[in-house]
């Protein structure tokens, strides 16, 4: 599983957990602020998650169109940020089944 899909189905089942639960009128005020925070964080995050992915699709998308002569620089160092970037989003998920442990090695 790439790491973007992953990642936004871990989006998808937080937000899917908040609204449940702000549905429940169980919950306490502090505990629906914390469910609206959460939905904002993830609303965030997947703003985060489309700069840094649209950055690495157009790094590699450079180094496929240059790979026969030019030799741009910056793409190495774009493709690590944006790995290294990813990776540390996936990190609060590392106990999920499909994490894969190779997404610690770049954070």
């Not at 790094?59 to 990813?86: C, F, N, Q, Y």
């Amino acid at each position: 599983m790439d790491i973007v899909d992953f990642l936004s189905e871990r989006l998808d089942e937080d937000e899917a957990a908040a609204r449940k639960l702000l549905g429940d009128r169980s919950v306490s005020e502090a505990g629906k602020w914390y469910e609206r925070r959460l939905l904002l964080e993830c609303a965030s995050k997947r703003r985060l998650l489309s700069i840094v992915e649209s950055a690495r699709q157009t790094a590699l998308a450079t180094m496929v169109h240059h790979a026969l002569g030019d030799d741009p620089r910056w793409i190495p160092e774009s493709i690590e940020w944006t790995t290294k970037s990813l990776n540390a989003l996936a990190l609060p998920y590392s106990d999920h089944p499909d994490f894969d442990p190779e997404w610690l090695a770049g954070t």
